[in-house]
């Protein structure tokens, strides 16, 4: 409206939002005292625009056209001057109708019709055949010939073309009219801008508290303490967005703590893959902007020490464009956070150096954890899957282990996502390779591998030559000779001599008895 780009559409919008708020104050007076100040702020600012309310709601029609000069938007009775101009409007429309209806009547034609257009305005359109007779005298001197067409032809007259003149002048005035009362509308929105303004900000204020008071009520969201402490301190805490992902899949969401008090404000987290180390890092860090932005928190409780900074190094990205690999990325924005973090931040790093060979990712994350621990200070979330590092909890005062609990069963890995003191020592990569669905084949090898490198058979060069020396995977398509079979045990001749249909029962339970004491069973 203040660019006079506005439309009518934009007034009823003015209009409505205003109506609302003035509801919603009277509904915040009816709060009983004692109400936070910032709601009785509110509710002042809302109120007080009953007056351009009603001024919108009775200039307006319920129907309104796009823009303004489609007319047709201001209510009757609103404008008496624009009420006479659409009756000489519409007054003229009917004395129209009403002459179509006196000339089919003289003529005795019934396919007379007195159509309208943009190029010839109002005219009488006859089919062809049956105009010859305005053609000639003495019709032809009322009926004035305009066009001929293939089907039909067009005519006029000076009575027609009075009324033409008569109705396109209220139509313009009526229509000139609608448009000085848009802008006379527009003007007393605009004068009352200031007000308007802060009603809005007042309505988004309310929009977000109701919000975050609907999400602590329906999902159990806790109001947390924040002081000027260094405290970080959350029980029972839960990732909001995954939570809700679980939710629509019908499981439920595992709480856990954290305590990153000072004695242990650095949290080292290991743990197999997909057991739940980056939703517990980002849950944390989304907690802390929740409580700092003044909203509920999803937790059971939570104190939190004003954070002045938080800072995250999660997940791979490149930026190839600027000549920068994933580990460059990676390496830049840890160098932003250990140079530009302080005590009062908060830090989580999530796999810190896994973007180069191993020693050197090791070296990397080694060092970015003692500069965390006693340059930076900072209370952070440090999770990897260098098993190695969790020898510096004996080194560093303020360094405490913590891993995610995994439990084995009949082969297969389960994960509990729950975190709890203590260090991992795999990280099941060969599992989650597995749920992932690599060829049999693949993770077969894989295990093989990895059972070398584990039982340490030899190290460096001299072992990676040694397991290059046979490839499986290809070796599988290669005929092997086949080698001479064994002869078969005393126990595997008994079993192929048996014809178990022949048998009965006591005599398949002797036969049991027996081999089981020829393999030496009592």
Same mark, same amino acid.
């Given at each position: 409206?203040?660019?006079?780009?506005?439309?009518? @559409?934009?007034?009823?919008? #003015?209009?409505?939002?205003?109506?609302?708020?003035?509801?919603?104050?009277?509904? =915040?007076?009816?709060?009983?005292?004692? &109400?936070?100040?910032?709601?009785?702020?509110?509710?002042?600012?809302?109120?007080?625009?009953?007056?351009? /309310?009603?001024?919108?709601?009775? !200039?307006? @029609?319920?129907?309104?056209?796009?823009?303004?000069?489609?007319?047709?938007?201001?209510?009757?009775?609103?404008?008496?001057?624009?009420?006479?101009?659409? &009756?000489?409007?519409?007054?003229?429309?009917?004395?129209? #109708?009403?002459?179509?209806?006196?000339? @089919?009547?003289?003529?005795?034609?019934?396919? =007379?019709?007195?159509?309208?257009?943009?190029?010839?305005?109002?005219?009488?359109?006859?089919? !062809?055949?049956?105009?010859?007779?305005?053609? &000639?005298?003495?019709?032809?001197?009322?009926?004035?010939?305009?066009?001929?067409?293939?089907?039909?032809?067009?005519?006029?007259?000076?009575?027609?073309?009075?009324?033409?003149?008569?109705?396109?002048?209220?139509?313009?005035?009526?229509?000139?009219?609608?448009?000085?009362?848009?802008?006379?509308?527009?003007?007393?929105? =605009?004068?009352?801008?200031?007000?308007?303004?802060?009603?809005?900000?007042?309505?988004?204020?309310?929009?977000?508290?109701? +919000?975050?008071?609907?999400?602590?009520?329906?999902?159990? %969201?806790?109001?947390?303490?924040?002081?000027?402490?260094?405290?970080?301190?959350?029980?029972?805490?839960?990732?909001?967005?995954?939570?809700?992902?679980?939710?629509?899949?019908?499981?439920?969401?595992?709480?856990? *703590?954290?305590?990153?008090?000072?004695?242990?404000?650095? %949290?080292?987290?290991?743990?197999?893959?997909?057991?739940?180390? +980056?939703?517990?890092?980002?849950?944390?860090?989304?907690?802390?902007?929740?409580?700092?932005?003044?909203?509920?928190?999803?937790?059971?409780?939570?104190?939190?020490?004003?954070?002045?900074?938080?800072?995250?190094?999660?997940?791979?990205?490149?930026?190839?464009?600027?000549?920068?690999?994933?580990?460059? /990325?990676?390496? /830049?924005?840890?160098?932003?956070?250990?140079?530009?973090?302080?005590?009062?931040?908060?830090?989580?790093?999530?796999?810190?150096?896994?973007?180069?060979?191993?020693?050197?990712?090791?070296?990397?994350? %080694?060092?970015?954890?003692?500069?965390?621990?006693? #340059?930076? &200070?900072?209370?952070?979330?440090?999770?990897?899957?260098?098993?190695?590092?969790?020898?510096?909890?004996?080194?560093?005062?303020?360094?405490?282990?913590?891993? #995610?609990?995994?439990?084995? %069963?009949?082969?297969? /890995?389960?994960?509990?996502?729950?975190?709890?003191?203590?260090?991992?020592?795999?990280?099941?990569?060969?599992?989650?390779?597995?749920?992932?669905?690599?060829?049999?084949?693949?993770?077969?090898?894989?295990?093989?591998?990895?059972?070398?490198?584990?039982?340490?058979?030899?190290?460096?060069?001299?072992? !990676?030559?040694?397991?290059?020396?046979?490839?499986?995977?290809?070796?599988?398509?290669?005929?092997?000779?086949?080698?001479?079979?064994?002869?078969?045990?005393?126990?595997?001749?008994?079993?192929?001599?048996?014809?178990?249909? *022949?048998?009965?029962?006591?005599?398949?339970?002797?036969?049991?008895? @027996?081999?089981?004491?020829?393999?030496?069973?009592?």
């Amino acid at each position: 409206l203040a660019l006079q780009r506005g439309g009518p @559409r934009d007034l009823a919008a #003015v209009r409505d939002g205003l109506a609302r708020a003035g509801e919603l104050a009277a509904a =915040l007076a009816r709060v009983p005292a004692g &109400q936070p100040p910032v709601l009785a702020q509110a509710a002042t600012t809302l109120a007080g625009h009953d007056d351009l /309310v009603g001024l919108l709601g009775g !200039a307006l @029609r319920a129907e309104l056209p796009l823009g303004a000069r489609e007319g047709e938007f201001i209510a009757d009775g609103h404008s008496a001057e624009l009420d006479g101009a659409r &009756q000489d409007r519409d007054g003229g429309r009917r004395l129209i #109708v009403e002459l179509e209806q006196r000339y @089919r009547g003289q003529l005795g034609l019934e396919g =007379l019709k007195i159509r309208h257009n943009q190029v010839l305005g109002y005219h009488i359109e006859l089919p !062809a055949r049956r105009a010859e007779r305005l053609l &000639q005298p003495p019709l032809s001197a009322t009926f004035i010939h305009r066009q001929t067409m293939a089907s039909a032809m067009r005519f006029t007259t000076l009575e027609l073309a009075e009324l033409e003149r008569r109705v396109a002048g209220a139509g313009e005035r009526a229509l000139a009219l609608e448009l000085r009362l848009f802008a006379e509308l527009a003007a007393a929105v =605009l004068t009352r801008s200031a007000a308007i303004g802060r009603a809005a900000e007042a309505l988004a204020l309310l929009d977000v508290l109701a +919000s975050h008071a609907e999400l602590a009520a329906a999902l159990d %969201w806790c109001r947390p303490v924040v002081d000027d402490s260094l405290e970080f301190r959350v029980c029972a805490g839960r990732h909001p967005v995954v939570e809700a992902a679980l939710k629509t899949r019908g499981s439920g969401f595992i709480a856990n *703590d954290c305590d990153l008090s000072r004695e242990r404000r650095l %949290w080292l987290v290991t743990g197999p893959n997909m057991a739940g180390k +980056s939703t517990f890092l980002r849950q944390n860090a989304l907690i802390a902007i929740l409580a700092q932005i003044g909203g509920f928190v999803p937790a059971r409780s939570a104190t939190l020490g004003a954070v002045d900074r938080l800072f995250s190094r999660v997940g791979a990205a490149d930026d190839l464009a600027s000549g920068r690999s994933t580990f460059m /990325v990676e390496m /830049v924005e840890t160098a932003a956070i250990l140079n530009n973090a302080g005590p009062r931040s908060l830090v989580i790093l999530d796999e810190i150096g896994r973007g180069t060979a191993t020693y050197d990712g090791l070296a990397i994350a %080694w060092a970015t954890l003692e500069h965390l621990h006693e #340059v930076t &200070q900072a209370r952070a979330l440090f999770a990897t899957h260098y098993h190695e590092l969790t020898a510096l909890s004996g080194k560093l005062a303020a360094l405490a282990n913590r891993t #995610v609990r995994v439990k084995e %069963w009949q082969g297969e /890995v389960v994960f509990l996502h729950e975190v709890v003191p203590g260090a991992a020592d795999r990280s099941y990569g060969i599992q989650v390779a597995r749920l992932a669905g690599l060829p049999a084949a693949v993770l077969a090898r894989a295990e093989a591998v990895l059972a070398a490198l584990e039982g340490q058979e030899t190290s460096g060069a001299a072992l !990676a030559q040694k397991l290059a020396e046979d490839l499986p995977l290809f070796g599988a398509a290669r005929p092997r000779t086949a080698a001479a079979r064994p002869a078969p045990s005393a126990v595997e001749a008994a079993l192929a001599a048996l014809h178990p249909d *022949d048998l009965t029962p006591k005599q398949a339970l002797e036969i049991l008895y @027996r081999l089981r004491s020829q393999l030496g069973g009592r």
